[in-house]
């Protein structure tokens, strides 16, 4: 089996409270985060894996960023989010991101919001080359989508014009909504995304590396599950991939695991696991490599 361990560097809104609004300060990665994001490093270096990650081009824009640099230098791979964090299946202007209704300037008059989301895109590849001298091989789509980009293939060969060797942009995880949880029933829902959402191509040709199981968001905003219950949900993704010699590729926020796993115990375990079940763990880049 393969465990990839995915970080998207971003901020969450509801995190680390329930209060905390940050879409209007997409980028703005705070102190606590880029820190939480160096001692996931450590974690590597120490347990000899690597993490991938996905970074806005507002956060390679910003001040302080060795911990990026630091990234690339240890031989993580870090994948392209988009400048803003849009929307990329957006058909009106308004629905590209908020940044955007507050301030129609930065739209510079472009003709289609497919026009500003590839602007945003080409942007963001810019930067990653000039500030961490790496093109981005991967790129994840804002939001996951229940069926990835299938319906959108305009996105797909914009996606294959700017030469990604891969998108992840499928997520799907159905699981029961009331309390008290039938834990049987989330097992078999985590069970059955890793199942379905193995590594595939759009008809273009591109590769869809999908975030399979339950994400940190899901877990935590939508399904308020603690960090135990969290973590014995992706244990349980890792026997079913263990078992069925399947690829399980995991979607988390540094900014979420700064204040639900500051020590970083759930990615240890998770890493520990997979490695003890002989698995290998692994980027996206590298699964991308060898989606059939
Ligand atoms: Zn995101």
Same mark, same amino acid.
């Given at each position: 089996?393969?465990?990839?361990?995915?970080?998207?560097?971003?901020?969450?809104?509801?995190?680390?409270?329930?209060? /905390?609004?940050?879409?209007?300060?997409?980028?703005?990665?705070?102190?606590?985060?880029?820190?939480?994001?160096?001692?996931?490093?450590?974690?590597?270096?120490?347990?000899?894996?690597?993490?991938?990650?996905?970074?806005?081009?507002?956060?390679?824009?910003?001040?302080?960023?060795?911990?990026?640099?630091?990234?690339?230098?240890?031989?993580?791979?870090?994948?392209?989010?988009?400048?803003?964090?849009?929307?990329?299946?957006?058909?009106?202007?308004?629905?590209?991101?908020?940044?955007?209704?507050? /301030?129609?300037?930065?739209?510079?008059?472009?003709?289609?919001?497919?026009?500003?989301?590839?602007?945003?895109?080409?942007?963001? %590849?810019?930067?990653?080359?000039?500030?961490?001298?790496?093109?981005?091989?991967?790129?994840?789509?804002?939001?996951?989508?229940?069926?990835?980009?299938?319906?959108?293939?305009?996105?797909?060969?914009?996606?294959?014009?700017?030469?990604?060797?891969?998108?992840?942009?499928?997520?799907?995880?159905?699981?029961?909504?009331?309390?008290?949880?039938?834990? %049987?029933?989330?097992?078999?829902?985590?069970?059955?995304?890793?199942?379905?959402?193995?590594?595939?191509?759009?008809?273009?040709?591109?590769?869809?590396?999908?975030?399979?199981?339950? %994400?940190?968001?899901?877990?935590?905003?939508?399904?308020?599950?603690?960090?135990?219950?969290?973590?014995?949900?992706?244990?349980?993704?890792?026997?079913?991939?263990?078992?069925? /010699?399947?690829?399980?590729?995991?979607?988390?926020?540094?900014?979420?695991?700064?204040?639900? /796993?500051?020590?970083?115990?759930?990615?240890?375990?998770?890493?520990?696991?997979?490695?003890?079940?002989?698995?290998?763990?692994?980027?996206?880049?590298?699964?991308?490599?060898?989606?059939?």
């Amino acid at each position: 089996m393969k465990l990839s361990l995915t970080f998207d560097i971003e901020m969450c809104t509801n995190f680390p409270y329930w209060s /905390d609004v940050w879409d209007h300060r997409k980028g703005a990665i705070d102190e606590q985060t880029r820190r939480h994001i160096e001692q996931l490093a450590d974690l590597a270096l120490e347990l000899g894996v690597r993490f991938q990650w996905f970074v806005l081009g507002a956060a390679v824009q910003a001040d302080d960023i060795a911990y990026l640099r630091r990234l690339v230098g240890e031989g993580h791979a870090v994948g392209n989010h988009t400048y803003h964090h849009v929307n990329v299946k957006a058909q009106r202007f308004e629905d590209l991101q908020i940044v955007y209704n507050q /301030d129609p300037l930065k739209l510079r008059g472009a003709a289609t919001p497919l026009d500003v989301i590839a602007d945003e895109i080409s942007a963001t %590849s810019d930067l990653l080359e000039h500030h961490l001298g790496t093109r981005p091989r991967g790129f994840r789509t804002p939001g996951g989508f229940g069926n990835g980009l299938q319906d959108a293939p305009a996105v797909q060969g914009l996606l294959q014009q700017h030469g990604f060797a891969y998108c992840s942009g499928h997520y799907d995880c159905e699981l029961p909504t009331e309390r008290p949880f039938d834990w %049987s029933e989330l097992e078999r829902g985590v069970g059955e995304s890793v199942r379905a959402l193995q590594p595939y191509r759009y008809p273009n040709g591109l590769p869809e590396i999908p975030m399979m199981g339950i %994400s940190d968001i899901h877990a935590y905003r939508v399904r308020d599950l603690d960090r135990g219950e969290f973590t014995r949900l992706l244990e349980h993704g890792i026997h079913v991939a263990a078992q069925e /010699d399947l690829t399980f590729s995991v979607l988390l926020h540094p900014q979420v695991q700064a204040c639900r /796993d500051p020590h970083g115990g759930m990615v240890r375990r998770l890493v520990e696991k997979a490695l003890s079940l002989g698995g290998e763990v692994v980027t996206n880049d590298q699964i991308a490599a060898a989606v059939g």
